[in-house]
Structure formats: C-alpha cells, structure tokens
C-alpha cells in the first residue's frame, strides 16, 4: 500500500467515518475507488477491480456509461436542478415515461433523491389512501435507513438512533410463509405490505413459487396496498423491465431508485396508482424534496428507461445470466463441500457458502483476484454477486477465471489446505 494510500485512509477515519473505514481494512479491503469505467474500479494505487457489487445495482449499464454522459452535459447547457415547485418539462417527461413503462394502473410519480426518501413517500401515500397506520414488511429486509424506512427493516439499523417501533405500527413476518402474512393482515388495520421483490440485503432468497401473487391476493382481501420495492431489482436484472413483471405481481405503488439514475445524479421515483396517490390531489405540498426529481437527473434517468427498453437488451440479459450461471455451476461442482447453492434470477444473484460467515473470505479473494463482490450484510453466508446487464462474454469469462480462483483460496481459508473434497466446514472463524 502506497504512503498517500495510507494518509488518506487515516484522514478518512479522522474526518469521515471511522468504524466503516476500519472494517474494510479488518477485513483486508483496502479499496479507496479512483478512476472507474465500464464494469470495472480501479484503486488509488491502480488495482483493476471487475465490478458485480454495482453499489446494489446502480452501475446497471456500468460505470460512466458514454450515452449517460452525453445527455447528462448536453442537459447541464440548459438545465440545472430545477425548482420543485413548479410543473418542469423533464420531471414531467420521465413521470410520462415511467407511466407508460410501469404495471397497469400506476399513474403518478412523485420524487425523492435516493431509495429511502422513495420509500418515506410509499408509506405516507399509502396511510393518506388507507387511513392506517400499520406497515407490514420482511423479517430482514431493507428499505433505507431515513425515518419511515428504517423501521421497515432490521433492528441492527433502527436501534442504534433509538428508531425501533414501539407502538405497533410496524410489523414484521417471515419471507415465504403466508401464513404469517395473513396472520398480519386479517385485522384489516394495514395499510400496506412492503416488499422487495427478492431481498437483497438477506442475500436474493428467491420467492416461493406463487408466493408473491398470494401476497398481492391477501393485501386485496384484507384491504392493503402492496407496495414493491424495486431498488435493487428493476431495469432489466431480473430479466424483465420490472422484477414484479417476473412474477406476475401489479403493484399499488413501486419504488425505484439506484439504477434509474445511471450512476451519473441523484434520483429515486415512487409511482403510485391513482388511489395511492390521492394525497397528491388533496395537497400536493404534502412532500417537498429540493433534490427530489431534479431536472438533471430526470434526463439521465429518461436516458436509462430507453437504454434500458432497447429489444436486444433482454436477449442480452438471458444471455449473460445464462452464461454466468453455467460457469458458477462448474465451479460449485469443483467445490460442493464449501459453494453450497446458487440463488438466482436473472442477474440477480447470491452465491450460498458452508459457513456462518462464508462470503465474507470469498469477498477477500476475490478482491484480492481482482474482482469486486459483497457479502450479504443480514446473511453473510451469502455473496452478493450482480453482473451488469451490458457485461460481455469476454468479460464474463474473465470473470468467472478469477471467481474460480477465489472460492478455492476462500475454501482452504476456511476449512484448511488439507481439507477433502465433500467434508463438512469446521466452522472456522474469519
């Protein structure tokens, strides 16, 4: 490591944040992210880095994507954040756009700047439409960390600002079991159940066959609104333009964020139905963002939809994730003992390891391999490993060499050089 490396690292404990800083040096990610292009990162000192993190699938169409560059300094000659009062050609242009794009019967777009400011406006619309209070959510899952979304998800993150539900107001059940989800809704006091279409801070477990259109079909007995989160699994990772359209889900409200802005501007968009969205009739200064739909990253964002709804682009998608997967099934045939399981759709992916905190050696070596991945905070058994949907085939088998590297390194790491094929992990500790 470098000596202007290690300065600055030590001004970032100093001067940022101390905890995060030395945690990714505990665990021997020394990463301090310099130039960046395509899928790739390169560190201060010049390390080359695949990206399959995405930042939660924000570099989609990969890291300063040429197209995205052009419209965004194109725009800056005539346009700037914009003022959010006011009716605004871009700002329209995109709600239009998004429309059109969305589920049946999603009408509005109102805007935040990032996911959870997204969510906070999914929730209050959905208790002015309801008048209730109570919002249903995922056994460890993640929404965002502001006010209203952090309650959503783990108490790891609402406890430490004093942030737990304590009047009953927010509810959580188990991923997968109806049972739980009807035991939750029959009162009829929800307004809402909040879903991310796969849960990707709980490491992708995928949906049950028939689990999430059951959800739906219990909100609309028990008289809720379902609200999707499609942060981390919209804009074609699934396959699909919308991880709903995978499962036949149509939404009261959808929540989009990360990926819409391209990497390139802040913006997050909660679309609603026109009977969640009635408060935007009954006071529409009911939500006020500065950054919220700035006209800059409206114009990225209108950019991406079209990127995004090209007819080759799906093809692609099938393609790659067809690929991808075909290589991670040879490499967990070479390693069944250690790479357990594969949750996958699309290129949405979490890779199972045999240990507690399995992903966790596995992010090291392939860092170490020249591949950028992360464990899954809320499981770290799982990897989070999401390739962009404009990854090559070159590229893919490149990536796949090293990963193959990775798991074998990660796997004596774990269960110790002299470690049989099949045995079962020790439980070493990382």
Not at 51 to 62: K, Q, R
Not at 360 to 385: C, H
Request: aromatic fraction near 10%.
């Amino acid at each position: 490591m470098s000596q202007a490396k290690l300065e600055f690292l030590e001004a970032s404990k100093t001067y940022w944040n101390p905890d995060k800083t030395a945690f990714w040096q505990d665990a021997g990610v020394d990463l301090v992210i310099d130039r960046r292009e395509d899928y790739f990162l390169y560190d201060m000192d010049g390390r080359r880095l695949i990206d399959v993190h995405l930042n939660g699938g924000t570099y989609n169409l990969g890291h300063r994507n040429a197209e995205l560059i052009e419209v965004l300094n194109t725009g800056a000659q005539r346009f700037d954040m914009g003022n959010h009062h006011f009716p605004a050609l871009a700002r329209t242009a995109l709600a239009e756009a998004l429309a059109a794009c969305t589920p049946e019967g999603l009408q509005y777009t109102a805007y935040g700047a990032g996911g959870a400011e997204a969510v906070e406006l999914a929730i209050k619309s959905a208790r002015n439409a309801m008048q209730k209070r109570k919002i249903v959510s995922i056994v460890k899952a993640y929404h965002g960390h502001s006010g209203l979304a952090v309650k959503t998800g783990d108490e790891r993150f609402s406890k430490i600002f004093l942030s737990e539900d304590t009047l009953g107001e927010f509810v959580q059940v188990p991923f997968n079991d109806l049972n739980a989800m009807e035991d939750a809704l029959k009162g009829r006091d929800a307004a809402a159940v909040i879903m991310e279409t796969i849960p990707a801070t709980y490491g992708f477990p995928m949906p049950h066959e028939g689990y999430l259109p059951a959800v739906k079909q219990l909100c609309e007995r028990y008289d809720a609104l379902y609200i999707a989160d499609e942060v981390q699994t919209g804009l074609m990772r699934t396959g699909k333009m919308w991880g709903v359209d995978t499962y036949g889900i149509t939404p009261d409200i959808m929540v989009i964020g990360k990926g819409i802005t391209g990497g390139m501007y802040p913006i997050s968009c909660c679309v609603v139905s026109e009977r969640a969205g009635q408060w935007l009739k009954q006071d529409g200064f009911g939500h006020i963002s500065t950054a919220g739909g700035a006209e800059l990253g409206c114009i990225v964002a209108l950019k991406v939809l079209e990127i995004t709804q090209r007819p080759e682009i799906a093809s692609m998608v099938r393609y790659i994730s067809d690929y991808i997967r075909a290589g991670l099934d040879e490499i967990q045939a070479l390693y069944p003992d250690f790479f357990i399981g594969i949750r996958q759709s699309g290129v949405v992916m979490g890779l199972e390891f045999n240990h507690p905190e399995g992903a966790k050696p596995v992010m090291r070596r392939l860092y170490e391999n020249g591949v950028w991945a992360i464990f899954s905070t809320l499981d770290p058994r799982v990897l989070q490993f999401k390739p962009g949907i404009l990854m090559t085939q070159s590229l893919s088998e490149d990536l796949l060499r090293r990963v193959e590297t990775a798991i074998g390194l990660a796997r004596q790491d774990v269960m110790g050089p002299g470690a049989k094929m099949g045995a079962k992990s020790g439980g070493t500790a990382w």
